[in-house]
């Protein structure tokens, strides 16, 4: 009886080290490109500070990625800033994005869904504006925000070449890079996904998709609580 209870917890170790092994050769130990001159932007999130806001938040969310139109015109406010150029009101919003003509297809709700996403501060001591995401309110002043961008998530994989089956050189983790032209252009598809070359602040060059990637003045936006209703102010982009 002990010996077939000695097997049996012989055959469960050896499963698991099993497991381990195909875990490990799955999900190597990449090395951490970032090195000693790594310099990051944790994420910022103030939004459960205020939960009157976070709900709202939570609602907006919601509707952005049910495409739900009627609850985004709803939390506009009149004033709204979404160019630097001429601001024509809703309206005007509407026929910017083509949610008047063409709504399904507009690419407002990823640009939305990703701003809301990633965090963000109530930047007046009253907390009734909000400001999102962390990577606009965050971002070092001493970094040219043209130049340079933060690797958004963890353990972010830097490839030596823009595709999926290239080695892998290393990880990054809320690092901020710099953007490195490929050819001419500084974001590029190639293998199905969008691509961008960077370098980090120890020197490391490879390969990102985009997705991991923000730049501050990619799109941000602003709500502000009026008569009691938390309304989007402005939704914009570049400088």
């Known amino acids: 009886m002990h010996a077939v209870k000695w097997l049996a917890r012989v055959g469960v170790i050896v499963i698991v080290v099993i497991l381990f092994l195909v875990w490990v050769r799955q999900n190597p ?14 994420p910022v999130d103030q939004a459960d500070e205020v939960p009157e806001f976070a709900e709202f938040r939570a609602a907006l969310i919601e509707a952005v990625e ?8 709803d939390c506009i406010d009149d004033t709204l ?3 630097f150029g001429l601001n024509q009101g809703v309206s005007g919003f509407l026929r910017y994005w083509e949610l008047d003509t063409a709504p399904e297809q507009s690419a407002f709700w990823d640009e939305m869904l990703q701003v809301l996403r990633l965090g963000g501060v109530f930047t007046d ?11 606009f309110t965050s971002f ?14 963890q353990n972010v994989k830097v490839y030596a070449e823009p595709n999926f089956s290239a080695q892998v050189k290393g990880v990054l983790n ?8 490929y050819g001419d252009r500084y974001e590029f598809a190639e293998g199905g996904a ?18 991991y990637v923000r730049r501050p003045i990619d799109y941000r936006a602003s709500f502000a609580k009026n008569n009691g209703r938390w309304q989007l102010i402005f939704f914009v982009a570049g400088d």
């Not at 504006?129 to 990577?135: D, E, G, K, L, M």
């Not at 961008?196 to 990102?208: D, E, H, L, M």
């Open 174 to 181: 809320y690092s901020i890079v710099k953007l490195v032209p």
């Open 29 to 42: 130990p990449y090395p951490d490109l970032g090195g000693p001159g790594d310099i990051k932007l944790h």
């Open 194 to 211: 969008v691509w961008r070359q960077i370098t980090t602040n120890s020197g490391k060059t490879g390969f990102v998709p985009d997705k």
């Open 81 to 83: 800033r979404y160019t």
């Open 125 to 135: 001591p009253n907390r009734t504006i909000f400001t999102a995401p962390y990577v």
């Open 140 to 153: 070092p002043e001493n970094f040219d925000p043209f130049q340079y961008a933060v690797i958004v998530e």
């Open 66 to 73: 049910d495409q739900d139109l009627d609850f985004i015109l």
